[in-house]
């Protein structure tokens, strides 16, 4: 970008001045620009929100400063391994153990804690061309409540210039000029690999069409892990749209990251689970089996995962949508045969497929479910824009 710029080294101090901040000649203007590095990172041309001071000096000098930082629980230190999150597989199982820590430290803030002014001075765009409610906004609480902004789009398919026949590549480059990061929802499975490959900031993949949804499966994973305990040895039950739901892929492709657990397939006929996830199972040593038995898969899981048939998957064949929908409810009698400790899921929003009288039992998990969303989203934008 500059090439006056030094290379990137470690600034030699301790532990409360963990930024260098650098000044370069800037083509445009009289006064410098400035570039910010961590111990570790080069965080680019983003300002940080720990600055205290802000001066002009001349334009033909370089100068290096430490700046000290308030005590916070959290550091910007080690560069998290990835730039996007796209897609499940990019993950490890320690990784996944890793992000959920820091989750679990996200519980933890506070208002006005230190811990909620981390990302102060950061910028999010959520670019969503489908509708969303509980991924767009826990993404937008989980940023604000780290102290950091968003702009937002909800509808961009028809309210931004996609609807004058602007290209996505065009958007995104468009849109990272504004901001630090960018989560998209898309109806287009690829759309977020697209946009990663074109942007130069982080691009978080927050659903792309019959694709993956890999923040859901994330908090799908420590919800799992929060309610029965553990996640090795485990018995799934995917339950509804298992065709089109980017929820249930994604979260499949975690499972297969841990030992013995085997995956239950329980959907209307028109809806079964694509063969690329079952042969991704099979290759990782994963037992799964379809069933059309939702009794006796329940009987045997500790976890029932439920989704609802999503309608606009369907375009015209509404016939095969009313032949799928319905035929799988989770009600009290399904209670009734579930062990004590197994737990229901559902990414939500639900139509008909639970019974709202399920709500009360304890082993409905989807309300808490859909809370660990706002932790898992806030340990994956401070990871994503200042490290671990």
């Known amino acids: ?88 597989q990019q993950f490890d199982r320690d990784t996944l153990s890793a992000i959920f820590e820091v989750a679990r430290d996200m519980e933890k803030i506070e208002k006005n804690s230190s811990g909620s002014r981390i990302l102060r001075g950061y910028l999010m765009a959520t670019l969503f061309y ?16 780290l102290g950091g902004e968003v702009l937002t789009t909800e509808d961009a398919q028809e309210f931004s210039s996609a609807a004058k026949g602007e290209t996505l590549e065009d958007t995104i480059r468009t849109v990272e000029g504004y901001t630090d990061i960018i989560v998209m929802r898309h109806f287009e499975s690829g759309a977020a690999q697209r946009a990663a490959t074109t942007a130069d900031i982080p691009i978080i993949n927050a659903g792309d069409g ?23 040895g485990i018995r799934v039950g995917l ?11 994604s979260l499949a492709y975690l499972l297969a ?61 509404i016939d095969l949508y009313e032949e799928a929908r319905g035929k799988y409810i989770v009600s009290p009698a399904v209670l009734e045969v579930m062990q ?9 929003p639900r139509l008909d497929e639970i019974t709202v009288d399920v709500d009360r039992d304890p ?20 990871l994503l824009l200042i490290g671990w």
């Open 1 to 88: 970008m500059h090439s006056s710029i030094p290379a990137a080294k470690t600034l030699q101090c301790s532990e409360n001045f963990l930024f260098c901040q650098w000044r370069i000649p800037c083509k445009h203007h009289s006064h410098s620009k400035l570039v910010y590095l961590s111990q570790s990172s080069f965080l680019r041309n983003k300002r940080s929100p720990k600055w205290d001071k802000f001066t002009f000096i001349q334009k033909d000098r370089i100068q290096c400063q430490a700046l000290k930082t308030e005590n916070t629980p959290f550091s910007v230190g080690k560069k998290f391994q990835l730039d996007d999150v796209i897609e499940a």
């Open 210 to 232: 019959p694709g993956q949804h890999p923040t859901q499966a994330f908090l799908d994973v420590y919800t799992i892990e929060r309610e029965i305990g553990k996640l090795d």
């Open 130 to 145: 489908e509708p969303s409610t509980r991924t767009r906004l826990s993404f937008e609480s989980a940023m604000k409540r």
């Open 340 to 348: 004590k400790h197994a737990v229901i899921m559902h990414p939500l």
């Open 239 to 249: 339950v509804g749209d298992l065709a089109n739901g980017r929820t249930v892929r």
């Open 257 to 317: 990251k841990y030992k013995d657990v085997k995956v239950y397939f329980v959907s209307p006929d028109v809806v079964k689970m694509k063969d690329d996830i079952k042969d991704y199972l099979t290759s990782k040593g994963v037992e799964w089996e379809e069933s059309s038995d939702l009794m006796e898969v329940a009987s045997r899981c500790d976890v029932v995962y439920q989704t609802r048939i999503q309608r606009e998957r369907f375009g015209e064949n």
């Open 363 to 382: 082993r409905a998990a989807y309300f808490r479910q859909a809370k660990n969303g706002l932790y898992i989203r806030m340990a994956l934008l401070k």
